[in-house]
């Protein structure tokens, strides 16, 4: 069982982060911004799955301005990405933001980040303080030697404080680097400093399969010490399956559950059937399936019925075909409907060991 850790909670739009809120999860937007139409096109999809909370840039006055168009037609909280320019995070609020993220350390000096910090407040959103290895101030570079979990943490810390100073506590933080090592470790010691709101996630984590395997690994390490209010999973796709990523990475701790969860062998010299495909079909058949059920689909009857038990629906491979498998224990079809352990392909009885 995961401890969670306790955090204050503060408000995006009407999603709640940290407290007892469940964790949310978020992505970003890939079409110019002040594209609307794409944009707008883009925020639906990702509603569709399940996005909590979207980012979009705001790299110029234009995409400023296009938010409140955007927000107007989309249903989640909308924050604006900022960098270099507080002009552009002041204009991104007026315009309807839910929420600014800003990396206090390209906004460029406390007097900016003051401005940005009175516009918040007048219009009541709250400020992601969003550190990056990257752009890691000068002094902390030299004091810490690089860009290290202690430097990063120094950075929020320091803009934590700068912000309290103006009496603005809506704050949530990220930290990201881009290997896992140093982003897991900088979120521990943020964590063991302050009890703000986090928001998970490993920067620049790559292609969908490195990247996936980095955030798994960085966001589920953090998430399973009961650290994180809030994640992105950032991939070089598609930002729709960031969000399938996200509500995977929760489901496989058993935080929470998005949609169906399908459980299917990995196949091996016994497999007779195409259960790749198979699976590919059981998942294009549900994609978009908010259902909190859960699918086994089992190359043979090995290990099938044992797997169709804990499952709502399962198939085992048998010849050349599946079996539809009991749904629950007890089930009255089920002793009709289980699959029997027949003779395994080869004539031979099935081993009762599996490598699944
Ligand atoms: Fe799949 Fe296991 Fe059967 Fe092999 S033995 S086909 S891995 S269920």
Redesign the pocket.
Known sequence: MIQRRITRQIKVGGVPVGGAAAISVQSMTNTPTRDVRATVAQIRRLEAAGCEIVRVAVPDAASAQAISSIKARVRIPVVADVHFDHRLAIAAARAGADGLRINPGNIGGSRKVKAVVDCARACGIPIRIGVNSGSLEKDLLKKYNGATPEGMVASALRHVELLRGLDFHDVKVSLKASDVQRTVAAYRLLAAATDLPVHLGVTEAGTLFSGLVKSALGIGMLLAEGIGDTLRVSLTRDPVEEVRAGFEILAALDIRRRGPEII?????????ID?FGIVERVEKALAGSAAPIRIAV???????PG?AREADVGI??GGRRGRPLPERPGDPEGSRREARGGPAPGGRR??KK???
Do not use: K, Y
Not at 264 to 272: D, E, K, L, N, Q
Not at 298 to 304: A, D, E, I, K, S
């Open positions: 299917a062998c990995p196949t091996c010299g016994r497999t007779r259960l089992m190359g043979c009857v090995v290990n099938g797997e085992a491979g099935a081993p599996s490598p699944a």
